[in-house]
């Protein structure tokens, strides 16, 4: 925005006239002097007090002067000759301009006058006087006015000179005390209520020459000659006498000068009474010039103004252009923004579906103004804010100036006092996505331009968030391949069940970008659905089992389908304590393996207004594919490893793979000194009882004496099927005594246990011998032999007791 050239040239010219005015009105300019102002079509723009006494007493218009002494009855002459009464005079012939218009400024001189004494009065053809003028002239301000003041009070022989300015309030002219001198030795200081104030001019007792002030005319009166309130109101200002002459600026009445005796009663002689006018032109110049000067600096104060938030505005979108990231862009509109248009209240807010939801708040009312990410304001139907109308609908920004005064307001924003509010479309291409609400506490508290300035802010929003959007679908692809790689790697890189879905089920909330999540695990031996994993839940549902039929997974089971739900609640199988967690978009995906469902993979979103998308339907469901083939190929894994290392028949680790234990365990306690024992038992009378009762009896008894050893052993003992009748159990950390005890607790539980068939009690016991580490053995086997051994002594002193290997 630049300034108009025309609007500085009225300005220059003002302050031209204002100049012009002073000097012609000034004691030491052209006052003194017979000098006008004549414009083309002859008429006196201004003349002074001594011209005006040479013309109209010989009752010849100016006209027939200017006519007999100009050739062509033109004023392009700059010196001319004319004798009036025998008396040599000459007019000398200025152009000037007066008011905007042609005009010419003439002196009138007598030329033997000039003879002897060289009188010049040079004028500049550009409005501007050459001449020396007064420092409170060329500079005009509050502390100058009361200088003028000062000297004309000293030359009127004044006690007090006062200024007032007029104005006009609901009809009423009112005027306000402000530029005043007063001399301290006789003059007594006007009362502090009046001096400053602003009152009617019958409140000053000046409305009996309203008229009279208003047509240009001077007042001179004595008070006591006044009527009695006028009288009263003035003596107590402590007036005995009072000139009032009006001021006036561009042709108005702009004010009153008021010359003040107060020690005694005067009367102004005329000269004074021309003077003290001639005084009230150079006031009204003065202000002329003050106005011009503040209306010159007004406007380019205004353009600077402009140009910087011009400036603010090129910066701040250029600061956004560079911002690629979507909440990062969010979080620096409204900060940028307040740079450029001052606002109380500040948010954006975004067109979801219906409603409007506001995503950023910047409250600057506040004692400590803080940007909420996450507003708590619950979202609003568009139909309830008709005033939006033409902003959501043509992409029109709205300005209120007053809240109060606009009936379809509504505050969508809870708890704000919002009286004048702006609001500016985001778009995204032809579309509006949103918009900019900004608020001000008091009423009009947005300029006109601003609108433009916030339009204009607004576009640049609207194209660096689409940018910001596109990017960061961009960005989420990379982060969902990315994501996608790590599932594929958590999957392949352990063979721990709960691990691996607890590492994903992490993942692909994220992938998703949903709030929580569970992994169901399909037993159909129960036909339950056991929740296996869980993550970022509010209460614990771990191992929580669903029965068939129970809650919205088993639709995704039984149709083997992935289901997306924008509202939990609403289906008709909704488990109400997801409700109660806050569940509200759903996303379910079935883990299959081949044509085998192995479970169902849950995913939800706490807000209404967050859906799950088509996309986020194919990433889930190739993560389900994935994950139920890795739960397989677990399965198979741990069903191998169980054959490899476990005994088929009791469940107890194998002969090989106890001693792969023992080996570490063995080293481990020789390393650190620790204690360590070994407790080899057989089953007595195996063989008598699978003779008489068969080989099956023979086998439920060997899984009674290992599931007995499996319930009494500590957890940190290892217990393994040694061979045919035989078992074999290592206690870490465990002295003789303490694992003499331990297996008189395994023989009495085993005795005190018997096994029942078909009616019959077949009484059960086992052997034990006892071996401990002793640091002169130099493998685990040794000390299992001297285990043997005792376990041998054992069998030969009667069976059913325990004996320690003593060396």
């Known amino acids: 925005m630049s300034i108009e050239s025309t609007t500085i040239e009225e300005l220059l010219q003002e302050i031209r006239q204002s100049y012009?005015?002073?000097?012609?009105?000034?004691?030491?300019?052209?006052?003194?002097?017979?000098?006008?102002?004549?414009?083309?079509?002859?008429?006196?723009?201004f003349a002074t007090p001594l011209i005006e006494r040479f013309l109209y007493p010989q009752q010849s218009p100016v006209g027939k002067y200017l006519k007999v002494l100009v050739k062509e009855e033109t004023l392009s002459a700059n010196m001319c000759h004319l004798k009036l009464d025998a008396m040599p005079y000459e007019i000398r012939v200025h152009p000037i301009t007066w008011w905007g218009t042609q005009a010419y400024l003439?002196?009138?001189?007598?030329?033997?006058?000039?003879?002897?004494?060289?009188?010049?009065?040079?004028?500049?053809?550009?409005?501007?006087?050459?001449?020396?003028?007064?420092?409170?002239?060329?500079?005009?301000?509050?502390?100058?006015?009361?200088?003028?003041?000062?000297?004309?009070?000293?030359?009127?022989?004044?006690?007090?000179?006062?200024?007032?300015?007029?104005?006009?309030?609901?009809?009423?002219?009112?005027?306000?005390?402000?530029?005043g001198w007063q001399i301290q030795e006789n003059a007594s200081e006007p009362k502090p209520e009046i001096r400053g104030k602003t009152g009617s001019l019958t409140g000053w007792g000046l409305d009996l020459w309203e008229n009279n002030l208003k047509n240009g005319g001077v007042v001179q009166a004595h008070v006591r000659d006044l009527p009695a309130r006028q009288s009263a109101i003035l003596r107590a200002l402590h007036i005995r006498s009072l000139m009032v002459i009006p001021v006036f600026v561009r042709g108005a009445w702009w004010g009153i000068l008021q010359i003040d005796a107060c020690a005694s009663e005067k009367t102004w002689s005329e000269e004074e009474i021309y003077y003290a006018r001639a005084i009230a032109g150079q006031l009204g110049a003065i202000l002329l010039n003050q106005d011009a000067r503040n209306a010159l600096s007004n406007l380019f104060k205004h353009q600077a103004e402009a140009h910087e938030k011009a400036m603010l505005l090129f910066e701040a979108t250029l600061t956004l252009s560079s911002i690629m990231d979507w909440e990062i862009a969010?979080?620096?509109?409204?900060?940028?923004?307040?740079?450029?248009?001052?606002?109380?209240?500040?948010?954006?807010?975004?067109?979801?579906?219906?409603?409007?939801?506001?995503?950023?708040?910047?409250?600057?009312?506040?004692?400590?103004?803080?940007?909420?990410?996450?507003?708590?304001?619950?979202?609003?139907?568009?139909?309830?804010?008709?005033?939006?109308?033409?902003?959501?609908?043509?992409?029109k920004p709205v300005l209120i100036q007053d809240t109060l005064n606009e009936p379809t307001w509504v505050s969508f924003e809870q708890g704000t006092r919002i009286r004048s509010w702006m609001g500016i479309p985001v778009c995204f291409g032809e579309q509006v996505v949103g918009f900019l609400s900004l608020?001000?506490?008091?009423?009009?508290?947005?300029?006109?331009?601003?609108?433009?300035?916030?339009?204009?802010?607004a576009r640049a929003i609207g194209r660096v968030l689409q940018n910001?959007?596109?990017?960061?679908?961009?960005?989420?692809?990379?982060?969902?391949?990315?994501?996608?790689?790590?599932?594929?790697?958590?999957?392949?890189?352990?063979?721990?069940?709960?691990?691996?879905?607890?590492?994903?089920?992490?993942?692909?909330?994220?992938l998703v970008s949903a709030d929580m999540g569970t992994v169901g695990l399909y037993n159909p031996e129960d036909e339950v659905v056991l929740?296996?994993?869980?993550?970022?839940?509010?209460?614990?549902?771990?191992?929580?089992?669903?029965?068939?039929?129970?809650?919205?997974?088993?639709?995704?089971?039984?149709n083997k389908t992935p289901l997306v739900l924008r509202e939990y609640a609403e289906h008709p199988q909704a488990l109400d304590e997801w409700v109660h967690m806050g569940a509200h978009g759903y996303l379910g995906v079935p883990l299959i393996a081949g044509d085998e469902v192995l479970g169902v993979l849950n995913l939800f979103k706490l807000s209404p207004l967050r859906d799950f998308s088509e996309r986020d339907r194919i990433l889930a469901e190739m993560v389900g594919r994935q994950v139920g083939i890795a739960i397989q190929n677990i399965r198979r894994?741990?069903?191998?490893?169980?054959?490899?290392?476990?005994?088929?028949?009791?469940?107890?680790?194998?002969?090989?793979?106890?001693?792969?234990?023992?080996?570490?365990?063995?080293?481990?306690?020789?390393?650190?000194?620790?204690?360590?024992?070994?407790?080899?038992?057989?089953?007595?009378?195996?063989?008598?009882?699978?003779?008489?009762?068969g080989h099956l009896v023979g086998d439920m008894v060997l899984q009674r004496v290992a599931q007995t050893c499996l319930k009494l052993l500590r957890q940190m003992d290892v217990?393994?099927?040694?061979?045919?009748?035989?078992?074999?159990?290592?206690?870490?950390?465990?002295?003789?005594?303490?694992?003499?005890?331990?297996?008189?607790?395994?023989?009495?539980?085993?005795?005190?246990?018997?096994?029942?068939?078909?009616?019959?009690?077949?009484?059960l016991s086992v052997s034990q011998g006892v071996a401990v580490l002793n640091w002169s053995f130099k493998s685990v086997e040794q000390l299992v032999q001297f285990a043997d051994l005792a376990l041998n002594k054992a069998k030969q002193a009667g069976k059913n007791q325990v004996l320690v290997w003593n060396p």
Request: proline content about 6%; charged content about 25%.
């Open 20 to 45: 012009l005015e002073a000097w012609l009105y000034s004691e030491g300019g052209g006052w003194s002097k017979p000098v006008m102002v004549i414009k083309p079509d002859w008429q006196i723009a």
């Open 637 to 693: 894994f741990e069903q191998a490893q169980r054959l490899a290392t476990r005994d088929t028949l009791t469940g107890l680790f194998t002969r090989r793979h106890f001693f792969e234990i023992a080996r570490l365990e063995f080293e481990r306690s020789r390393r650190y000194q620790r204690p360590m024992a070994i407790i080899l038992m057989d089953v007595d009378n195996l063989k008598p009882i699978n003779d008489t009762y």
């Open 439 to 457: 608020g001000r506490n008091e009423p009009r508290g947005f300029e006109e331009e601003s609108l433009d300035i916030a339009l204009a802010y």
């Open 468 to 510: 910001a959007r596109l990017f960061d679908e961009v960005a989420h692809a990379l982060v969902s391949e990315q994501r996608l790689n790590e599932i594929s790697r958590e999957i392949n890189s352990t063979s721990d069940l709960g691990s691996m879905l607890q590492s994903v089920l992490r993942l692909t909330t994220q």
């Open 106 to 179: 003439l002196e009138l001189r007598c030329v033997q006058e000039l003879e002897t004494q060289q009188v010049t009065y040079p004028m500049s053809t550009q409005g501007l006087p050459s001449m020396d003028l007064p420092s409170w002239l060329v500079e005009p301000g509050n502390e100058n006015v009361n200088e003028v003041l000062r000297q004309m009070g000293e030359r009127l022989d004044a006690d007090r000179v006062s200024f007032f300015s007029l104005f006009s309030r609901e009809g009423r002219l009112l005027v306000r005390w402000q530029y």
């Open 719 to 763: 217990i393994g099927r040694f061979g045919g009748d035989e078992f074999i159990a290592l206690l870490p950390e465990a002295n003789q005594e303490q694992a003499v005890q331990i297996a008189e607790r395994l023989r009495e539980a085993i005795v005190h246990n018997p096994l029942a068939v078909s009616g019959k009690e077949i009484p």
């Open 330 to 395: 969010l979080d620096r509109a409204l900060s940028l923004l307040y740079k450029i248009i001052q606002f109380d209240r500040g948010s954006i807010v975004w067109l979801e579906r219906d409603n409007l939801v506001v995503l950023r708040v910047l409250d600057l009312a506040r004692a400590a103004t803080k940007l909420q990410r996450t507003p708590p304001i619950p979202p609003i139907t568009v139909d309830r804010v008709p005033f939006l109308t033409p902003l959501l609908s043509e992409g």
């Open 531 to 558: 929740i296996a994993s869980t993550y970022n839940l509010p209460r614990p549902i771990f191992q929580t089992r669903l029965t068939k039929g129970q809650g919205v997974v088993w639709e995704v089971l039984i």
